[in-house]
């Protein structure tokens, strides 16, 4: 009897479900999607509807011309990719591509791959969900037709390599790492004094210790706070009242996919895209349920496990049920949270993935367990000198609950909580005083996003979905749009006043670090100039409530209450007029800010994006003298750099010393640093710093370089400024920056040409430039 095949998107979770379901069935992976739009006319056509047009890519004919094969021979096919809209579209592609019957199809879904949801699964398949499948469909198209019409908007108007790209999402979300760029630059830091007094009190052991008490608020100078210490000299220190009050906290809600993110960020130091990739390898192994979820729920069946679980290792007292409600009604993957399978398995194996795993199980737990509770005092301190009060405040645990197994981490935009112990304190007490201090403190900017914090409020805003929250990142980081990296801080002078025992006020001046970041999201220039220039063209693509409205959509062609076609052409008609009225009118954007003038020759400074990035420019092209060039630093910024810190890139010229008898320089020219050696350049390795560069990683670079043009090339024609090279596709011509083919018969005697018949080639290949052959289309 012919077995069953059943087809699954990844090899891991083939080989899991085969050994489930035992002979009857054939377990093979697709790798993934097996079709993709066809990339001539963006794979769309716009006449009809905006049908799309698919193709199997070459890298996934091997694996279609196997599965092809395997169906013909199945009793019957079964489709088992994952449960979320993308799963569904690679269902539905299958079938399309297998030649089967969407009608009669067999179509399983499952949250978790373990033997009771797989034979549970396939005892009541289903079939293809076309509204899903719709969905997605309209997705694709909508970021393919946004992505091919725009981006070769910014080829034209920003220039730069033909790298530049836009996204629905992906340009909003450098949107707001620019915004909050900007923030921090015009953030001007106000100064207040905060008040703190020292005292000392036995505890319930008769020894002394001590604790702290806040003074007042609004003390805006250095002036009012020393009143405020001198108000306070020869003062007696009574508890003028006590107030207890029971407090407790609750346990967060089990992962979804954006929280996991936001927690592995916080708490392991995983960046988004790791976090997916090991939840992913967990998920295939059998270990968590599925990792992309905008549901909090938790099953019957993994509530029960969880109750066992706790009274089992921590007693009936730690356990509470809770349900948790979704924020997000409209979820697209409303099924269950991201949690362990078996929730008797603490740990696992896999040493790359323990961490994460591990993370996942106390989240898990900690969700149904009891509150913590605490005792919160609060002791107002009379001073006899004044009307003002000292608060003390402490907080005792007094049932641990969730907090025996887990605490949520903060961002750290959020104030973290400081509160101690207080001795035993009575009303009326009088207090031992040691000293008061008044420090200055300054108020901070926003802190720039980190990937973590950046899908947090892309969530809040109802941007993207989670399975668009890892490539976002990834695709604004890889266009150079945005850079992941520290930030060193800055020294500042902080001043402190302090009142003795002894009813003396001394003043100090301390010393801070302030402004430090690590792992953080910074803008590039390149990626400012960008935002700007989209906001201002296209202020639709760029509105965050419009993209949110977007999303929506999608959330309403999934439940099958609107067609997808009509939701894109609301979209692309509107956005169609608006590419070509920007390509017809817009000005070239170059990010241009004027620092200043030159005091040397009185001409003016500009910082300005150019071909290569972001650079300083001395004097205009038209000048009788060329301009000067210099690029910017890695740490420096054309919104930010000043005229002193731009004159100083063209100091640069650094002699590094001898080598093979020649001197070694580095500089930056307009085309990025460089190295000169013997009347000859060389473009810096990209990890090269100019300023710091050595003469011992210099010399290696350049012999290396210098080995690999000796290699490529064959004749130099210097008079004449040709080149006569080897290439991927055997010899060619190279005059000034144009290269020209050779024939199979030129190519084979290159090194024989003389600069006449190169000539006549190069004339030739002018007058008659070869036809462009078109891209056969690939069979769908």
């Not at 302030?514 to 693509?541: I, N, R, W, Y």
């Amino acid at each position: 009897m012919a077995k069953n095949l059943l087809i699954v998107e990844s090899p891991a979770k083939a080989k899991t479900i085969e050994k489930i379901l035992g002979n009857d069935f054939e377990v093979k992976s697709s790798y993934g999607h097996i079709r993709d739009l066809e990339k001539d006319d963006m794979g769309i056509d716009l006449n009809n509807n905006y049908a799309p047009r698919y193709t199997v890519p070459e890298d996934k004919e091997k694996v279609v011309k196997e599965l092809k094969q395997l169906a013909k021979k199945a009793g019957e096919v079964w489709l088992a990719s994952d449960e979320d809209r993308e799963g569904e579209s690679i269902s539905w592609h299958l079938a399309e591509v297998l030649g089967l019957d969407p009608a009669v199809t067999k179509r399983i879904v499952f949250h978790e791959i373990t033997s009771p949801a797989i034979k549970k699964a396939v005892a009541n398949p289903r079939l293809i969900d076309m509204n899903l499948v719709n969905a997605q469909q309209a997705r694709r198209v909508l970021d393919r037709l946004v992505g091919f019409e725009l981006s070769p908007v910014l080829w034209r108007k920003i220039g730069m390599q033909r790298s530049l790209s836009a996204g629905r999402v992906q340009s909003v979300a450098v949107r707001l790492i620019v915004e909050r760029e900007r923030e921090i630059n015009n953030f001007t830091a106000e100064s207040s004094f905060k008040v703190e007094a020292l005292f000392a009190a036995k505890d319930i052991n008769g020894k002394n210790v001590t604790f702290k008490a806040d003074g007042p608020s609004k003390l805006n100078s250095a002036q009012s706070a020393e009143q405020f210490l001198a108000s306070c000299k020869s003062a007696d220190y009574k508890v003028a009242d006590i107030q207890v009050k029971p407090a407790k906290r609750t346990p967060a809600a089990p992962f979804t996919t954006s929280t996991l993110q936001q927690e592995a960020s916080r708490k392991l130091g995983y960046s988004v895209g790791k976090t997916m990739l090991l939840a992913q390898k967990l998920y295939e192994s059998g270990k968590i349920t599925y990792m992309r979820t905008d549901s909090v729920n938790l099953s019957d069946t993994a509530i029960q496990d969880i109750q066992q679980e706790i009274t089992q290792s921590y007693g009936k007292n730690y356990y509470q049920p809770r349900k948790y409600k979704n924020k997000n009604e409209g979820a697209q993957e409303a099924h269950e949270a991201i949690r362990p399978t078996y929730m008797n398995s603490h740990t696992v194996d896999d040493a790359d993935a323990r961490r994460l795993y591990e993370l996942i199980w106390k989240r898990t737990i900690a969700s149904q367990m009891s509150d913590a509770e605490f005792e919160k005092t609060i002791a107002k301190i009379s001073i006899s000198t004044n009307k003002d009060q000292l608060t003390a405040t402490g907080e005792v645990l007094k049932f641990d609950g969730f907090l025996k197994v887990y605490m949520e981490g903060k961002d750290d935009e959020e104030e973290e909580d400081t509160e101690g112990m207080l001795p035993p304190l009575a009303v009326q007490q009088q207090l031992d005083f040691k000293e008061m201090t008044a420090t200055e403190k300054f108020t901070r900017p926003q802190p720039r996003y980190t990937e973590a914090s950046l899908v947090k409020k892309l969530e809040e805003l109802g941007i993207g979905r989670p399975s668009t929250y890892a490539p976002t990142i990834s695709t604004i980081m890889k266009r150079n749009y945005v850079e992941k990296r520290d930030k060193e801080g800055v020294k500042r002078k902080v001043n402190l006043l302090r009142l003795d025992k002894k009813n003396e006020i001394a003043k100090e001046v301390l010393e801070e670090n302030t402004g430090a970041e690590k792992s953080k999201l910074f803008p590039t220039d390149l990626g400012m100039v960008v935002t700007d220039f989209l906001k201002q063209h296209f202020q639709k693509v760029m509105d965050y409530n419009f993209t949110a409205r977007i999303e929506e959509e999608f959330d309403e062609i999934a439940e099958g209450k609107m067609k997808w076609n009509n939701m894109i052409d609301a979209f692309y008609k509107p956005f169609h007029s608006n590419i070509e009225v920007t390509l017809e009118t817009a000005e070239r954007a170059k990010g241009e800010r004027e620092l200043g003038t030159d005091p040397t020759t009185g001409k003016r400074v500009i910082a300005r994006m150019g071909r290569y990035g972001p650079m300083v420019q001395i004097g205009e092209a038209n000048d009788e003298e060329k301009p000067r060039f210099a690029k910017l630093k890695a740490t420096q910024s054309i919104e930010t750099i000043s005229i002193d810190e731009a004159m100083e890139l063209f100091k640069l010229p650094r002699n590094l010393g001898l080598f093979e008898g020649q001197d070694v320089t580095v500089n930056i020219g307009r085309f990025g640093p460089y190295a000169a050696h013997d009347k000859k350049f060389y473009s810096l390795n990209k990890e090269m710093d100019p300023y710091s560069v050595s003469l011992e990683e210099v010399a290696p670079m350049i012999e290396e370089k210098r080995k690999a043009k000796d290699e490529r090339t064959i004749k130099v024609f210097e008079k004449e400024k040709i080149q006569l090279l080897r290439g991927p596709y055997g010899p060619y011509i190279k005059q000034g920056l144009r290269n020209y083919k050779l024939s199979k018969e030129q190519q084979e005697k290159a090194a024989d040409l003389t600069i006449e018949e190169v000539k006549a080639i190069i004339e030739d290949l002018k007058a008659n430039p070869p036809k462009k052959v078109a891209r056969k289309k690939k069979a769908k």
